[in-house]
């Protein structure tokens, strides 16, 4: 079974719009973190943000969001006025200490951005 | 800045050859992870080493793959008898619990 899920496979957008990425996670752990990365076209994993099991505290960052609630287990992410550079593939991933914190990675979610 | 550097960023072997891909951290960290994705797929975990030993690994992570430490400060993940579908980007990765970045990755092409 997924224990992270990314049900958008791929979302096109107009450079400007808002764009949210979902994020549902399962998990039996009290201790866990969740994360987003992007991978842009070049290949490496760039690290947006980490967010700890107990700290429910949406988070924003520029134009960037999140959205944590555990009551629905998602973890949403929201870019605002979205740009050309945004155009990326983005992982939701779950590291729970039962399996030694390892990240476990959702499918991805292709992100374009035309202008 | 990811605190781990890779090498080689690309390498292309032949089938049945062994490969050794290589993870350097600036620092000292006790935790080292593998990952595996595979074009156009997720990212999916291998192995995790702590303290010089392995403390998890997966399914994936098979008799042919093998992680040393070789002198205290690299890290590498063997691959013994590569085939075309160990195809794929590898990534070396430190402890989520301190700072989860990633390190550039290696490009591992079987032909």
């Known amino acids: 079974a997924q224990k992270v899920t990314q049900a958008q496979t791929e979302i096109s957008v107009v450079e400007k719009e808002d764009v949210t990425l979902d994020c549902v996670y399962e998990?039996?752990?009290?201790?866990?973190?969740l994360f987003w990365y992007k991978q842009p076209p070049s290949g490496e994993l760039v690290f947006l943000i980490r967010?700890?099991?107990?700290?429910?505290q949406n988070e924003i960052s520029g134009r960037y969001s999140w959205n944590f609630q555990k009551s629905t287990s998602s973890f949403n992410f929201t870019i605002t006025a979205s740009q050309v550079v945004d155009s990326a593939v983005y992982f939701c991933a779950l590291s729970e200490a039962n399996s030694g914190y390892a990240l476990n990675f959702g499918k991805g979610t292709s992100l374009l951005v035309t202008p | 800045e990811p605190e781990v550097t890779q090498t080689p960023s690309h390498q292309v072997t032949q089938m049945g050859q062994e490969v050794i891909l290589r993870c350097v951290p600036i620092?000292?960290?006790?935790?080292f992870y593998w990952y595996r994705q595979i074009l156009g797929q997720k990212v999916e975990f291998l192995v995790s080493f702590y303290n010089n030993e392995i403390s998890e690994k997966s399914e994936i992570f098979d008799d042919q793959f093998s992680v040393e430490r070789p002198d205290g400060s690299n890290f590498t993940l063997k691959i013994r008898s590569t085939k075309l579908e160990d195809s794929a980007m590898y990534f070396c990765a430190l402890s989520p619990r301190d700072e989860a970045f990633f390190g550039q990755g290696t490009r591992l092409t079987v032909v």
């Open positions: 998990t039996r752990d009290t201790t866990y973190y």
């Open positions: 967010r700890n099991s107990f700290d429910e």
């Open positions: 620092s000292n960290h006790l935790y």
